[in-house]
């Protein structure tokens, strides 16, 4: 009788164990992408060609994207979770005439390295058709602004802004919580004023008012997912 008792209480235990595991089960989910990305708005026309050429290839860059999310619950298919996305475009062209931004002017090279990061809390619905994913997502964050520039001497131009970002994403089931497939997403914003830092201790911080800098994008994208 004693044995048959604690046969009963360890296959007990065992399925307590055994229903806490699975209810933590696959309530994580890890979002990794890359691809192109296009930076939308318009670019002011300078009257040089080659600048102006210039500029509007700053607009197509590389584009990063970082989520990690959590279930509600078991089950659900709604999730919330945390966003990084970047913007990367490294670029330069020589033989040109540059008005610099502390004044000064002169023939020579041009070189921009820049960052736009966003950094938001998201909210996303995943639905499942059979062993895929359609997942949408859209999120409220701060986007970081940061050109590393050489305007014939160093400049580093910083700005910021709230801003939206969301995507949609249809992933085939790889097996073993691996999926993968497209993504589309779109970010929001507007930078109305930097602060630029030079030469010589010169620093100055811009109000672009009418001119300001657009900070949307179009990203377009493979995306992997990890569930835990």
Do not use: C, W
Not at 84 to 96: A, D, E, H
Not at 122 to 143: Q, T
Not at 173 to 201: A, E
């Amino acid at each position: 009788m004693k044995k048959l008792l604690l046969l009963f209480l360890l296959s007990n235990i065992a399925t307590f164990s055994q229903e806490k595991i699975e209810t933590k089960k696959n309530n994580m989910l890890i979002d990794l992408s890359g691809g192109f990305s296009y930076r939308l708005g318009k670019t002011e026309d300078t009257g040089n060609y080659l600048m102006d050429n210039y500029i509007k290839n700053l607009k197509k860059g590389v584009g990063l994207d970082a989520s990690i999310y959590v279930q509600f619950k078991k089950e659900s298919n709604h999730y919330i979770g945390f966003k990084y996305n970047s913007f990367l475009k490294n670029s330069g062209i020589n033989g040109v005439y540059i008005d610099a931004p502390n004044g000064s002017s002169g023939q020579g090279g041009v070189e921009d390295k820049i960052r736009i990061s966003f950094y938001g809390l998201m909210y996303m619905y995943s639905k499942h058709i059979n062993n895929d994913a359609l997942s949408v997502e859209a999120g409220l964050g701060y986007i970081h602004y940061k050109d590393k520039a050489d305007y014939l001497d160093q400049y580093i131009i910083t700005g910021g802004s709230v801003g939206l970002n969301t995507s949609i994403s249809y992933l085939i089931s790889l097996g073993n919580g691996f999926y993968i497939g497209p993504k589309l997403g779109l970010q929001v914003g507007t930078l109305n004023k930097v602060t630029v830092d030079g030469p010589g201790n010169y620093y100055e911080k811009v109000d672009l008012d009418d001119e300001s800098e657009s900070l949307s994008k179009i990203d377009l994208g493979l995306l992997l997912r990890i569930k835990l």
